[in-house]
């Protein structure tokens, strides 16, 4: 006979959902609300399937990678001691690689990747996120930048959906001078002499993540080019040239807080082949504008992703812990915690669906001036500001969870929140995105046409008390943000609101016309607390009940208040 306590854990095991798209009804009504209802109504099958196999397949074999001695491991030579430079995984890792990539990741059109790399990161990073959005970005760049030649060559393998035969990417900028400061590669390219075209590497890459791909992107530095970004290069470098390793040299691999499924490796590059993508002129563009940006859309919406389960396992475990007598969930601070993280997941998932739709119009070739700038300033905010909230998000969902939250084994939340971590330093650190965006807007101008974008959303809605906060919050930033284009020790906290702001535009175009719905409700929550610079809680009469509406289709109120 286990003990009451035992058996209630063992029933929120039982209650975990199988299927990570039907747990995440939002989802589907995101998708409804930026896609006509026969898009989504035929995309359905495929993130139910996927739902599943993230659930059932993936998240377990996230779970066993990440136990102690199952992570990657270096093979620097075979038996013969000859140069082999291969990583080995745990068997685990291609299971699960086969479930993601059966997917079809890079036929599929951005809305619909958006979706799987949300439903993936439910597993967290799980070993695979990476490779999913490298390649995603690999292929962007080959598609609108490589020549015939090169697409012919590299594009089919990439676009392979059974994992064993598949070629991934992987995207190699960093070094260890200048980290960030791209413009301090010093990694070199010197023609080939005997490849018409081609170029040989020299240098050193500090951080290669997807250090088993296939095919690296890699900014070099061709002989005679002027110095900074201008001066970089994009090249696709194979791993293999005639079945052998391509004049490179795994140093070590890195052994890293969190993504520990994924190899990420420092790399020596002495005389590799290498093809440039696009014209070399065009090569910091080229890494940045596609690759990057791509990987800092997918990077949102697996930081959504994490949010949301997050948000599941929490939600599960307070219904059925119970503590002092009553189910944790009925405790007013347990509550108010569940509506913080589900309102901060709401809001990262609209803000990146309203992102990708930028995208999607970009890869049709439909995208006009304006929704370039757009893109061009929500791309690095989004990123910036999902990151950082999905690392509070999963620390909240640990202090549900309690002492448990921070057991290895007993829900995901311990290697979701180092993921997190590591999910905030990719493709840019918080500073050096809102940085970016500072000269960008000083440089295009883009706070105008942003502030110009939001107000005429707002105007299209219904008019409500909510739309006129976020009005009036867009009033107040605009002079604080033209003061802080030249304010870099401010901008960053002007920068975050306007995200705020452009969120809770975005969850109320969502609620749009149904006032009693949850996104309404979702939505005045996340105004109240984010955007009304004067808000009280205690002052405000109706916060418990809103609390218990934010949270009513999964944690229903205590039956006595
Ligand atoms: C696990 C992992 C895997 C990675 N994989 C890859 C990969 O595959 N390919 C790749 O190219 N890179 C990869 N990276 C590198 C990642 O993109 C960098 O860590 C990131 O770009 C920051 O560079 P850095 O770590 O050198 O930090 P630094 O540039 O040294 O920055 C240190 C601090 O200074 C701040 N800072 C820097 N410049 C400014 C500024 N102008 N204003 C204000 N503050 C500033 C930063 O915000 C940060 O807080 C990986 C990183 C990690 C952790």
Known sequence: MES??????????????????????????????????????????????????????????????????HGPRLVPADWLGREANEIEFHPARATAGRAVWEAGLFGAPAFEQAALMYLLAHAGEAGHACPFACTAGLVRALREHGSPDLQARFLPP????????????????????????????????????????????????????VADADQFVVTARPEGAPAGTDGLACFLVPRRVDGHSNGFRIRRLKDKLGTRALATAEIEFEGAIAHPIGELDDGFKIAAGVVLNTSRWLNACGSAGL???????????????????????????????LAIIKAEEHAALASTMALTGLVDALDRGSADDETVSLHRLLVNTNKYVTSIVATHVVHRAIEVLGGNGTIEDFSPLPRLYRDAIVFESWEGTHNVLVEQVRRDSARFDLLPLVLADLRGRLTALTPTDEVATVSAALDGLQPRLEWGLAEPLHFRRQLGELHRAAQATFLLAEADGDAESEKAEVAAFFIRRRLRRDYDPEADGGYASLIDRVLAGDVPAPVER
């Open 158 to 209: 990439l676009l392979v959906t059974d994992y064993e035969q598949a070629e991934r990417g992987s995207q190699f900028l960093t070094e260890v001078q200048g980290g960030s400061d791209v413009g301090e590669n010093a990694t070199e390219a010197v023609p080939d002499d005997l490849e018409p075209g081609a170029w040989r590497l020299h240098g050193e890459k500090w951080f290669c993540s």
């Open 307 to 337: 949010m949301r389960r997050a948000y599941l396992e929490a939600a599960g475990f307070a219904r059925h812990r119970t503590a002092f007598g009553q189910p944790i969930a009925d405790f007013p601070l347990v509550r108010e915690n």
């Open 4 to 69: 009451e306590g035992r058996e209630a854990l063992a029933r929120w095991e039982a209650e975990r959902p199988e299927n990570f798209y039907e747990a995440a009804p939002n989802l589907g009504r995101v998708l409804r609300a930026h896609l006509d209802g026969d898009v989504v109504a035929a995309l359905e099958p495929r993130l139910r399937a996927f739902g599943a196999a993230v659930a059932q397949v993936v998240e377990p074999a996230a779970q066993t990678q990440e136990r102690e001695g």
